[in-house]
């Protein structure tokens, strides 16, 4: 795993936006893994001003992102269909038609699961970003999770579903499920790209880094995965 450590959220948004363009320079039809949350927003507000300002093309690219909540569709502000559409695909010339994410209203939830799997196997990630939770998640594979796992419906943790209650109006809100890439889905992607900020996130990074790969501690799963970049910031990363 090679290890980046930054000053701040400014300059990992900064360093970890070199990363993705080094990936569509390369391969102007890459298939992109990417995440929501509010750890790469600074990341898709910089592609999105490079789109601009230097025409950096997404128009070949397709994408494929991590989870869902169940329950939540396009409509619903608070779904990440919705998030991606507003924080980084209306600003990029991707087409709305390569964007891949789970279905959150389906009725057959095993049926979608399977759909998304062989959607993955279909488009493997030239890149995948991801995000670290407090209790050392990644996508919604909360701890315990099965290193070997694929698409599935997620119980979230309390830890998770508290996290995320600073994006809706109350806790009461937050979906309590959640449809998730699996942790062999991510470890399929030929290169990651993960992101911490902040301290609340430095005990996960130090496991991430440090501590011995376990299934209680889903993110050291990358541990292993041969081409790992992680970005963090000096309160992210204090422990290592």
């Known amino acids: 795993m090679k290890v980046i450590k930054v000053k701040n959220y400014e300059e990992m948004s900064e360093e970890a936006l070199k990363v993705m363009l080094s990936v569509v320079s390369?391969?102007?039809?890459?298939?992109?893994?990417?995440?929501?949350?509010?750890?790469?927003?600074?990341?898709?507000?910089?592609?999105?001003?490079?789109?601009?300002?230097?025409?950096?093309?997404?128009?070949?690219?397709?994408?494929?992102?991590?989870?869902?909540?169940?329950?939540?569709?396009?409509?619903?502000?608070?779904?990440?269909?919705?998030?991606?559409?507003?924080?980084?695909?209306?600003?990029i010339d991707i087409k709305l038609e390569n964007t891949h994410i789970e279905n959150g209203t389906a009725a057959d939830k095993e049926a979608e699961c399977a759909r998304y799997n062989a959607l993955l196997n279909e488009l493997r990630q030239d890149i995948q970003l991801l995000g670290i939770g407090s209790n050392g998640h990644i996508a919604f594979n909360e701890p315990g999770t099965a290193f070997d796992s694929v698409t599935h419906i997620v119980d979230l943790a309390e830890s998770t579903i508290k996290d995320n209650s600073r994006l809706f109006k109350s806790i009461d809100e937050v979906p309590r499920q959640a449809f998730t890439m699996g942790l062999s889905n991510i470890m399929n992607a030929k290169k990651v790209l993960i992101l911490a900020n902040g301290e609340g996130k430095a005990n996960a990074v130090r496991e991430l880094v440090k501590g011995e790969a376990r299934e209680e501690v889903p993110a050291t799963v990358l541990q292993s995965h041969p081409d790992c970049i992680l970005i963090c910031d000096e309160a992210a990363g204090k422990f290592i």
């Open 26 to 91: 390369e391969n102007p039809n890459a298939v992109l893994g990417l995440a929501t949350g509010s750890t790469p927003l600074g990341l898709y507000a910089k592609m999105a001003q490079d789109h601009r300002e230097n025409g950096t093309s997404y128009a070949n690219c397709r994408a494929v992102n991590l989870d869902e909540y169940v329950g939540l569709d396009a409509s619903s502000d608070q779904s990440y269909v919705y998030f991606m559409r507003e924080n980084l695909f209306k600003n």
